[in-house]
């Protein structure tokens, strides 16, 4: 059993509350645009942290991020990527590409939008955390949590900082 903890956008923003909602992560995932190497580095303080680059990062980030992540955890197959669509709207290319890789767990953020949809057509779960950094238009600030228990994905929460 893995416990994760997801975030996206936080455009340089760090927010102390991070460490309290995260302490009982196993991972946590940054869906990109994380906007300083500091935020990776402070997360890297709470538990283990795979990021991804976004479409504002450069840098640090942008040499050591990927675009994209494809990974195993608990037997789950999960993309991480920043700008993915979502089910019905997939971005060009990222239906074949999670059809092809067997994903079950596809997590994007680059929207500032929360959302949690199943695909049933891919057999999929999609989570886009929302964006928890101040930058953009959102009036709600979000994080996700999620327990990943072999093929078993339970327990998710949406924690709003406001």
Same mark, same amino acid.
């Given at each position: #059993? ?5 975030? =996206?956008?936080?455009?340089? %923003?760090?927010?102390? *509350? ?5 302490? &009982? @992560?196993?991972?946590? $995932? /940054?869906?990109?645009?994380?906007? &300083?190497? =500091?935020?990776?580095?402070?997360? =890297?303080?709470? @538990?283990?942290? *795979?990021?991804? +680059?976004?479409?504002?990062? /450069?840098?640090?980030? *942008?040499?050591? %991020? ?15 990527? /920043?700008? !993915?669509?979502?089910? !019905? ?19 994007? !953020?680059? =929207? ?13 779960? /999609?989570?886009?955390?929302?964006? +928890?950094?101040?930058? !953009? $238009? ?14 078993? #994905?339970? &327990? %998710? ?6």
């Amino acid at each position: #059993m893995k416990r994760i903890g997801i975030l =996206s956008d936080t455009h340089g %923003c760090w927010d102390e *509350r991070f460490e309290r909602h995260f302490a &009982d @992560c196993d991972e946590i $995932w /940054h869906a990109g645009d994380i906007g &300083d190497w =500091s935020i990776v580095e402070r997360l =890297s303080e709470i @538990c283990t942290v *795979r990021a991804v +680059a976004g479409n504002i990062d /450069h840098g640090e980030v *942008r040499r050591r %991020c990927p675009e994209l992540l494809v990974f195993d955890v608990e037997g789950v197959r999960v993309l991480l990527t /920043h700008i !993915g669509g979502y089910p !019905g709207r997939w971005s060009k290319g990222m239906k074949n590409l999670l059809r092809d890789e067997r994903v079950r767990l596809m997590v994007d !953020g680059h =929207s500032h939008i929360l959302r949690v949809m199943y695909d049933k057509e891919l057999d999929l779960l /999609h989570v886009n955390p929302g964006a +928890a950094g101040r930058q !953009g $238009w959102q009036k709600q600030r979000t994080l996700v949590r999620l327990v990943i228990d072999g093929a078993d #994905m339970r &327990d %998710c929460e949406v924690i709003e900082l406001g």
